[in-house]
């Protein structure tokens, strides 16, 4: 929702960002997590009660998302989406919104000018779309109408 330009200025700057739409492909009772696909892709979320097959809607917020031009390893963060750049917009405060391709679904991040400068990002350049699992809490829902875990 937030993805349309003349919407941002009615959201909160920090409720700026995509709601996707995956499916279950994995699940960890225990963690309460869900791995779903996400474009071509894989994304942890937080999530109970979902079986695999279900289909799920997830909002991801502009503020979560981290950008890396390289592969990365050795962090926490337990999701990276290959993506490419498809726009940079500039907003107040010395940041910008990155609006990044994962494989067909689209997601933004807000990032500050500077990161933007030293990671020379551009339109059409690949990236890496970092997202913690615990970002997703209280962002991920089965979609309605979807079954619910089995017991």
Not at 18 to 34: I, K, R
Request: hydrophobic share 55%.
């Amino acid at each position: 929702m937030s993805l349309r330009p003349e919407l941002r200025s009615i959201v909160a700057p920090d409720l700026v960002g995509a709601v996707l739409d995956g499916l279950v492909t994995a699940v960890d009772a225990a963690a309460d997590t869900a791995e779903l696909a996400i474009g071509s892709g894989k994304l942890q979320v937080s999530l109970r009660d979902v079986s695999p097959g279900a289909r799920v809607r997830v909002q991801l917020l502009a503020r979560d998302i981290i950008l890396a031009i390289q592969p990365i390893e050795g962090l926490s963060v337990r999701n990276a989406l290959l993506a490419t750049v498809t726009e940079i917009t500039p907003e107040m405060h010395a940041s910008v919104l990155v609006k990044v391709d994962v494989g067909g679904p689209i997601v933004l991040a807000r990032i500050t000018e500077a990161a933007r400068a030293a990671l020379r990002l551009a339109p059409g350049d690949a990236v890496w779309a970092l997202v913690k699992a615990v970002s997703t809490r209280g962002h991920a829902f089965r979609l309605f109408g979807a079954p619910a875990r089995r017991a």
